[in-house]
């Protein structure tokens, strides 16, 4: 028996689906990619990342969503595939084929993007004409009833087309404002035809889509679907969970053999999937589900660490573990837990990058796997580098997450690497923001892991260690690494060095303890994240103020309407459009947009304009500089570069 199996026996036992057998109860799930062609054919980066997904140990591995319909009505990314012609059937054979190599159930996904599609289009469709609220989608059209038997069928042959490319399973997807959505919520349905009004209507669209499927496919063939178990619109007149809960029961009594369930729109006004809602939070829709549908279910929101799904398949509120950022972070998430590896998984931070990627019609990235997209390409080493054919010795200097990360690829490269941290521990800035709340803590898992990954590859890591030109020329290393990071900039305005300003830094680390009264230097996410931290430790007065029209436009914009909103409910004042001109004991003398002088008291100063740390200067070896040291940014780009800098070494 295999550590994982002891250890997770319910995820690493036998799973059905339907008629199937699976491997294991994990489930990738589907996410789009943008790696196709725009004329919805099939990329051979695409087949790559597939091959990745199924090799990495899952039993059921899924497709994205394929588009429908020949107009592009259903398509909502620049490189989602298609399957609107038989014509693309032998390239998503390839992809079935990929699956089916690694004895892992393949699972193609019809996918109809509704008021989120036409991406080459002035409009969207759906049930009825419900103004966007977000800016990025196009105004909608109401679909007639021609439209509506069309788009049925379309979804009818898109499963034969499924079945003839030699997939084992289709699924259909109907969540997060997606089409089949669109006509399960009263949000967004309006109509008063058949297909509009009660739960049993609005029903309608997607029963017979699954309806005209099983008999398209037959008895046996599996069916899976994906649908709102809460759409949380209730602000905006959309579904109640008990409606949800009836027409996810109608919908699946036509032939459904496996519910995986879902929460909220991109629309919607809570956080679903960000790092501030604690893992196993929605696990309670999964079990409504369940209890009340008798049907196998499955769950992919915030289930990151195994032990989770682990309770969750123990106690019968799922029946898969369906994971999609966690695997978009490491496909081989499986097989490390299986072979007791956990601390080898590249661990998602649910940053988002790869959703916000996306809506911007560019290829997925993930935030802590720069080889994303890049599995088929040796050099980027996905499957592991080749041993160096001269071995260097390599300092690095800064054990943050750039410094740490560029010690892994170069260590596991074989050279000989020593990495020094002034600190009497590792992670720099992220172990910095891991003090943070709502989940911030995260950002340990990400840290610890670059630091196992470094000390397994042989490096060696010294903390409490600076570093000066001396003990550069002692060491004699054949190239030195620069990962110095960022601090604030005392001298960027006059008074930095007052006895009332402190770094954010320190604050956030608890060295040094503010007064009451707290102004936050800085536009950036850093300084959000200080005023954060302050409001949620309590008894502190906060105000930011900084030259930008809006602060926090380096942010992701899966966190910063939460941030703002956290801001405002802590009475935290925002100056913006002002320029600092004077740290003052008793407060931050500033210009606003009307050139008027403004005096904001405090009693203390928190500098959170960060720039790069370049103190260590030395020229006598190869010098390499990476991160922040370079120009300060997110931590994903502090991956990113000491991933790529330790490449060419």
């Given at each position: 028996?295999?550590?994982?199996?002891?250890?997770?026996?319910?995820?690493?036992?036998?799973g059905?689906?339907?008629?199937?057998?699976?491997?294991?109860?994990?489930?990738?799930?589907?996410?789009e990619?943008?790696?196709?062609?725009?004329?919805?054919?099939?990329?051979?980066?695409?087949?790559?990342y597939?091959?990745?997904?199924?090799?990495?140990?899952?039993?059921?591995?899924?497709?994205q969503?394929?588009?429908?319909?020949?107009?592009?009505e259903?398509?909502g990314?620049?490189?989602?595939?298609?399957?609107?012609?038989?014509?693309?059937?032998p390239?998503?054979?390839?992809?079935?084929?990929?699956?089916?190599?690694?004895?892992?159930?393949?699972?193609?996904?019809?996918?109809?993007?509704?008021?989120?599609?036409?991406?080459?289009?002035?409009?969207?469709?759906?049930?009825?004409?419900?103004?966007?609220?977000?800016?990025?989608?196009?105004?909608?059209?109401?679909?007639?009833?021609?439209?509506?038997?069309?788009?049925?069928e379309?979804?009818v042959?898109g499963?034969?087309?499924?079945?003839?490319?030699?997939?084992?399973?289709?699924?259909?997807?109907?969540?997060?404002?997606?089409?089949?959505?669109?006509?399960?919520?009263?949000?967004t349905n309006?109509?008063?035809?058949?297909?509009?009004?009660?739960?049993?209507?609005?029903?309608?669209?997607?029963?017979?889509?699954?309806?005209?499927?099983?008999k398209?496919?037959?008895?046996?063939?599996?069916?899976?679907?994906?649908?709102?178990?809460?759409e949380?619109?209730?602000?905006?007149?959309?579904?109640?969970?008990?409606?949800?809960?009836?027409?996810?029961?109608?919908?699946?009594?036509?032939?459904?053999?496996?519910?995986?369930?879902?929460?909220?729109?991109?629309e919607?006004?809570?956080?679903?999937?960000?790092?501030?809602i604690?893992?196993?939070?929605?696990?309670?829709?999964?079990?409504?589900?369940?209890?009340?549908?008798?049907?196998?279910?499955s769950?992919?929101?915030?289930?990151?660490?195994?032990?989770?799904?682990?309770?969750a398949?123990a106690?019968?509120?799922?029946?898969?573990?369906?994971?999609?950022?966690?695997?978009?972070?490491?496909?081989?998430?499986?097989?490390?837990?299986?072979?007791?590896?956990?601390?080898?998984?590249?661990?998602?931070?649910?940053?988002?990058?790869?959703?916000?990627?996306?809506?911007?019609?560019?290829?997925?990235?993930?935030?802590?796997?720069?080889t994303?997209?890049?599995?088929?390409?040796?050099?980027?080493?996905?499957?592991?580098?080749?041993?160096?054919?001269?071995?260097?010795?390599?300092?690095?200097?800064?054990a943050?997450?750039?410094?740490l990360?560029?010690?892994?690829?170069?260590?596991?490269?074989?050279?000989?690497?020593?990495?020094?941290?002034?600190?009497?521990?590792?992670?720099?800035?992220?172990?910095t923001?891991?003090?943070?709340?709502?989940?911030?803590?995260?950002?340990?898992?990400?840290?610890?892991?670059?630091?196992?990954?470094?000390?397994?590859?042989?490096?060696?890591?010294?903390?409490?260690?600076?570093?000066?030109?001396?003990?550069?020329?002692?060491?004699?290393?054949d190239?030195?690494?620069?990962?110095?990071?960022?601090?604030?900039?005392?001298?960027?305005?006059p008074?930095?060095?007052?006895?009332?300003?402190?770094?954010?830094?320190?604050?956030?680390?608890?060295?040094?303890k503010?007064?009451?009264?707290?102004?936050?230097?800085?536009?950036?996410?850093?300084?959000?994240?200080?005023?954060?931290?302050?409001?949620?430790?309590?008894?502190y007065e906060?105000?930011?103020?900084?030259?930008?029209?809006?602060?926090?436009?380096?942010?992701?914009?899966?966190?910063?309407?939460?941030?703002?909103?956290?801001?405002?409910?802590?009475?935290?004042?925002?100056?913006?459009?002002?320029?600092?001109?004077e740290?003052?004991?008793?407060?931050?003398?500033?210009?606003?947009?009307?050139?008027?002088?403004?005096?904001?008291p405090?009693?203390?100063?928190?500098?959170?304009?960060?720039?790069?740390?370049?103190?260590?200067?030395?020229?006598?070896?190869?010098?390499?500089?990476?991160?922040?040291?370079?120009?300060?940014?997110?931590?994903?780009?502090?991956?990113?570069?000491?991933?790529?800098?330790?490449?060419?070494?």
């Amino acid at each position: 028996m295999l550590p994982g199996q002891k250890k997770y026996p319910h995820i690493f036992s036998p799973g059905k689906l339907g008629k199937l057998e699976t491997k294991n109860r994990i489930k990738y799930a589907s996410t789009e990619t943008n790696f196709n062609y725009g004329n919805g054919y099939v990329a051979d980066k695409e087949v790559a990342y597939m091959e990745a997904q199924a090799r990495g140990g899952a039993g059921i591995v899924t497709t994205q969503g394929a588009y429908t319909d020949e107009s592009g009505e259903g398509k909502g990314y620049v490189g989602m595939m298609a399957i609107w012609d038989d014509k693309f059937i032998p390239g998503l054979k390839r992809i079935a084929d990929v699956i089916r190599k690694y004895d892992a159930v393949s699972v193609l996904q019809l996918m109809h993007c509704g008021r989120v599609g036409g991406i080459h289009l002035d409009y969207t469709v759906g049930p009825s004409v419900v103004d966007q609220r977000l800016p990025r989608f196009r105004p909608p059209r109401e679909m007639s009833k021609e439209d509506i038997e069309r788009c049925i069928e379309e979804h009818v042959q898109g499963a034969r087309r499924c079945v003839e490319a030699g997939f084992d399973a289709i699924e259909i997807s109907g969540i997060v404002g997606y089409l089949l959505s669109n006509f399960i919520s009263s949000y967004t349905n309006k109509r008063t035809d058949e297909f509009g009004g009660g739960p049993k209507e609005r029903a309608e669209f997607p029963r017979r889509i699954v309806a005209g499927i099983r008999k398209e496919v037959g008895p046996d063939y599996p069916i899976i679907i994906r649908l709102c178990g809460e759409e949380l619109l209730l602000d905006r007149g959309g579904s109640t969970p008990e409606e949800s809960l009836e027409i996810n029961r109608i919908i699946c009594n036509a032939g459904v053999d496996l519910l995986s369930v879902t929460v909220g729109w991109q629309e919607s006004a809570e956080s679903v999937i960000s790092r501030d809602i604690p893992q196993g939070n929605w696990l309670y829709v999964a079990s409504r589900m369940k209890e009340n549908l008798g049907l196998p279910v499955s769950m992919a929101y915030r289930l990151f660490e195994p032990k989770y799904p682990e309770a969750a398949l123990a106690e019968g509120v799922i029946d898969f573990w369906e994971s999609c950022r966690a695997m978009i972070a490491d496909p081989t998430l499986p097989n490390k837990i299986l072979e007791g590896r956990e601390e080898d998984i590249i661990p998602c931070m649910a940053c988002n990058i790869c959703l916000a990627r996306l809506f911007r019609d560019a290829e997925l990235t993930c935030g802590v796997r720069p080889t994303l997209g890049h599995e088929s390409e040796a050099d980027w080493g996905f499957y592991g580098f080749k041993p160096t054919r001269e071995k260097k010795k390599v300092m690095i200097v800064g054990a943050g997450l750039a410094g740490l990360q560029a010690g892994v690829v170069i260590s596991e490269k074989g050279h000989d690497v020593t990495i020094y941290e002034k600190k009497s521990s590792v992670g720099g800035q992220a172990a910095t923001s891991a003090k943070g709340p709502w989940g911030d803590e995260e950002f340990m898992r990400l840290v610890d892991h670059l630091k196992i990954r470094c000390e397994k590859n042989g490096a060696k890591i010294v903390t409490g260690k600076s570093v000066t030109p001396d003990l550069i020329d002692k060491e004699a290393p054949d190239r030195v690494i620069l990962a110095t990071g960022a601090l604030p900039d005392r001298n960027e305005y006059p008074g930095g060095d007052g006895k009332n300003v402190l770094s954010c830094l320190d604050v956030l680390d608890g060295v040094a303890k503010p007064g009451k009264r707290v102004v936050v230097v800085g536009s950036k996410g850093v300084a959000i994240s200080t005023a954060l931290f302050l409001v949620d430790k309590g008894g502190y007065e906060v105000s930011m103020v900084g030259p930008a029209k809006k602060f926090g436009l380096d942010v992701n914009p899966s966190y910063i309407w939460r941030y703002m909103k956290k801001l405002k409910e802590g009475g935290v004042k925002q100056y913006t459009k002002h320029k600092i001109k004077e740290l003052k004991p008793d407060g931050v003398l500033a210009v606003d947009a009307e050139g008027n002088e403004v005096t904001i008291p405090c009693d203390t100063i928190v500098l959170a304009n960060m720039a790069p740390n370049n103190e260590l200067k030395y020229d006598k070896s190869e010098v390499y500089t990476v991160g922040d040291t370079i120009v300060t940014r997110r931590a994903s780009t502090a991956i990113h570069d000491g991933y790529r800098l330790g490449m060419t070494f």
